[in-house]
């Protein structure tokens, strides 16, 4: 190789086959992934067949990812950057409690979406500046974070469910367009979203540098402080919305039924997906097949009738070894 | 003992990657003799170091003792058959005495587990006598309280004491004034006459003419000179380093510069103090000093990274922003920094994506990543600076450190700037991409483009640079314009103690 080919490595691959291709596509990892969701589906489907293919629970698995998809697509964007967010469970708490009494006191369910989204970003606005600016590591400072979070979603509330009695809002919890419930097309929608963010735009791809290594990222031009803080703002609105489809889907807000633990659920599927945590690797596609992993195993589990406290073992176990998993490969390459 | 008692290196090869570090080398040491090892940064000196203190072992070749080759696991056993590598950071424990580090390994005890701290100091003063060293410390002096000579006398003497018969100094004088240099070359005096064999790497080619008895040139990993001391003069040593006329490999064709282009006053950071400097466009402004002079940290206040504390940055006479390294990009300023694989790239994205880093205008389309405006931008540059690489989706991190720099280089050149600052651009290259580097920096100047040459080659200061700013503690000790540079001058104004007061610019 004395000269430099500046053909592209796509005429490269047109060479091989098509399942090269394909393989390169999706890329090695989210291929694993795709299998174990399909060892999965084997297992549950051969353990309560009739009623796991069932297009109702198809549908119930569908409705019961939308949230966790839209948290642990956002989580993927702080994990490549560099961060993590656990407080986004105790931020969805508190969204789902000021969306209520918004609509609540104006009757407005726009008044609501706001409520939700404004509240979620000045969340995540307060992480941001404490990680950023307080140099706080993110874990410890998103862990108070959510202590302080629940707080106020109890003070707020008192501690009581707030009921929702906007219809129209209810819509976009068990509304139904073209025959799919509302919420799985908000999931196509954001999924899209990130994914273009992420993978395509330039900021996205800043993101990616933030996060491999934030001294050439600076050296770079990129204002990484600026990056930072606008990361967990993100995270808070994404939250926010979470929060939203939450409050939207149970009629209610509440400080902590619906939306405890899922920190831990958007961390696994985030590095199921193939997020390495110390930044600067993973994709939106992965995210979203570790989100089916999880969901299809709490559905399966449920159906299998596996006791709720068994559950979170598994849950953690997950977790941990989806990390564990990530050290490997990292380790290797 | 005679000659072929003595350990030797028969035939050394080894490989790392793509880079053939060493490629059939053999010297034969002898005792009672101060043989100097010299050859460019990637000659293969510090990888015939390791090989021979055990750190990894060779590719083929074999070490020997006398007939018998000898084949070492890890560091204790080279050490045991009495080779010392003396490193340019003395590896003692700050919070142990003299002491302690000195006997570290084999600290007399008493009744088997404590500590015999009378028979300890007694032995210590012993060593210390010696080496002439009871008026520099105590046994009981803890080694952080040291200054960096004294630390190496330390290990020094650990060594010897250890029953060191190898003994080989890497690059000892780089933090070392000119007056504890010469105490160090007393000591290895006294122990070649002791009959130790020493190997002196450094890159000052006075001291070894100086000191050696027989020196070794390495370049490429071959070796290719090994002759008696006697007759060598700097500039034929230094033509075996390069492997032919220094003058040959520094190409400037011109040597005109334009208007004012950068215009630094009194610039101050944490670790640089009150630094003023002028940058001509189409001029190559060097910058010289010993290791942790301040000299990577002023090409890192210039760009904003650091923060700064007082000064001014102006380019065309506009100030430039403290603290924003976007600001000093927009600015027109590019900075190719020393540490390529931590401060430069993203290792593990593509050669396309890494140069394509500081044009994100010129590479998107409303805001999205547009790879065939990248490919129109990059390909050229890449093609330009013959990048040797399949494609350019090639992770950087498979490239060798040529390679890499040229990608550096290409992200900077995408951006076209008005000012490049490049620190050490030439670290760990091999010759070839050097000369090509030198070439661009040639073309570059050649070009309207202002230059900041930060080096600790001195080869390399002397043949591109215009003038040459010296460094020592931070700050700026003097300024040498062609043709007055000059290894020995530079390193005359280098030394921390010979820096003059802040302002007493030596025109």
Not at chain 1, 284 to 293: D, E, H, K, R, S
């Amino acid at each position: 190789m004395n000269s430099l080919e500046l053909r592209a490595s796509k005429a490269q691959t047109d060479a091989r086959g098509a399942s090269a291709r394909v393989v390169e596509r999706l890329g090695v990892h989210n291929i694993s992934l795709l299998v174990a969701l399909a060892i999965l589906i084997i297992i549950f489907g051969s353990l309560r067949g009739d009623v796991f293919f069932s297009s109702r629970n198809l549908l119930n698995i569908g409705l019961g990812v939308t949230i966790l998809g839209v948290l642990a697509m956002s989580q993927t964007v702080v994990i490549v950057a560099g961060g993590l967010d656990i407080a986004v469970g105790a931020t969805v708490g508190l969204t789902t409690v000021s969306t209520a009494m918004a609509i609540q006191a104006t009757g407005s369910p726009a008044a609501g979406i706001v409520a939700g989204l404004v509240l979620g970003g000045l969340a995540g606005l307060v992480n941001g500046i404490i990680i950023t600016y307080g140099r706080v590591n993110a874990v410890i400072a998103t862990l108070g974070t959510m202590a302080i979070f629940r707080g106020i979603a109890f003070i707020m509330s008192d501690g009581q469910s707030i009921a929702i009695f906007s219809d129209t809002f209810r819509f976009i919890g068990i509304g139904r367009i073209l025959g799919l419930p509302l919420l799985v097309w908000i999931l196509v929608l954001t999924a899209i979203a990130f994914h273009l963010f992420l993978a395509r735009s330039i900021v996205g791809r800043n993101i990616y540098a933030l996060g491999g290594n934030p001294v050439v990222a600076r050296f770079s031009g990129i204002n990484i402080n600026r990056y930072r803080v606008g990361i967990y703002i993100m995270s808070g609105v994404a939250a926010g919305l979470a929060g939203i489809l939450l409050a939207a889907r149970t009629g209610s807000g509440q400080p902590v039924s619906g939306s405890q633990g899922l920190e831990l659920e958007a961390i696994t599927a985030a590095v199921l997906g193939g997020c390495a945590l110390q930044g600067g690797k993973g994709t939106i596609v992965g995210a979203l097949l570790g989100v089916a992993i999880i969901g299809v195993l709490n559905n399966g589990m449920i159906l299998t009738s596996v006791p709720t406290f068994y559950q979170l073992l598994a849950k953690g176990s997950l977790l941990i070894l989806a990390v564990v998993i990530a050290e490997y490969h990292l380790n290797r390459t | 003992m005679t000659q072929s008692d003595f350990f030797s290196l028969d035939g050394i090869s080894k490989r790392f990657g793509i880079v053939q570090a060493l490629d059939n080398v053999s010297i034969a040491f002898r005792p009672g003799e101060v043989l100097a090892l010299v050859g460019e940064n990637g000659a293969g000196k510090s990888t015939m170091m390791r090989i021979l203190e055990g750190v990894f072992g060779p590719d083929s070749g074999t070490v020997r003792h006398g007939a018998t080759p000898i084949v070492f696991g890890e560091p204790r056993d080279s050490h045991r058959a009495g080779i010392r590598v003396i490193h340019q950071e003395p590896e003692i424990v700050p919070n142990l005495t003299v002491a302690e580090n000195i006997f570290v390994g084999e600290l007399p005890r008493l009744a088997g587990v404590l500590l015999d701290w009378r028979k300890l100091e007694e032995q210590t003063d012993r060593v210390l006598a010696t080496f002439g060293m009871q008026q520099d410390m105590r046994p009981r002096q803890l080694c952080g309280t040291l200054g960096p000579a004294q630390r190496q006398m330390i290990e020094i003497m650990r060594a010897i004491r250890a029953g060191g018969r190898l003994i080989a100094f890497d690059e000892p004088t780089s933090s070392l004034t000119d007056d504890e240099a010469r105490r160090l070359f007393s000591v290895i005096r006294r122990l070649r006459e002791e009959g130790t064999s020493i190997i002196y790497i450094s890159h000052r080619l006075n001291e070894i003419i100086d000191l050696a008895d027989r020196i070794v040139v390495l370049r490429d990993g071959r070796l290719v000179d090994d002759s008696p001391a006697a007759g060598a003069s700097e500039q034929t040593i230094a033509k075996l380093m390069v492997g032919r006329n220094i003058d040959d490999l520094f190409t400037r064709e011109t040597w005109r510069s334009g208007e004012q282009l950068l215009d630094v006053a009194g610039l101050t950071t944490d670790r640089v103090s009150d630094v003023s400097l002028r940058v001509r466009r189409g001029e190559v402004l060097g910058i010289a000093g010993l290791m942790g002079a301040g000299r990577s940290e002023l090409a890192k206040a210039i760009v904003g990274y650091d923060r700064r504390i007082a000064g001014t940055i102006a380019m065309n006479g506009v100030p430039v922003l403290p603290n924003s390294p976007h600001a000093a990009i927009v600015a027109g300023i590019g900075f190719a920094p020393e540490d390529r694989k931590h401060e430069a790239l993203l290792l593990f994205r593509s050669i396309l994506d890494n140069a394509a880093l500081c044009v994100p205008d010129k590479t998107s389309s409303f805001g999205f990543f547009n790879r065939r405006k990248a490919l129109e931008i990059v390909s050229p540059l890449a093609a330009k600076m013959s990048i040797k690489a399949p494609n350019l989706d090639e992770q950087v991190s498979k490239l060798s450190g040529g390679n890499q720099q040229k990608v550096v280089l290409a992200r900077w050149l995408a951006r076209q700037p008005m000012l490049l600052i490049l620190d050490e651009p030439t670290r760990g290259i091999d010759i070839g991409a050097k000369a090509e580097i030198y070439r661009l920096i040639d073309e570059l100047a050649a070009s309207g483009i202002g230059i900041i040459l930060i080096s600790s080659e001195m080869p390399e200061l002397i043949g591109l640079a215009d003038r040459v700013l010296v460094m020592a503690g931070g700050r700026i000790t003097a300024e040498l314009a062609r043709p007055d540079v000059d290894e020995a001058t530079i390193l005359k104004h280098a030394m921390p103690q010979s820096a003059p007061a802040p302002g007493d610019h030596i025109q």
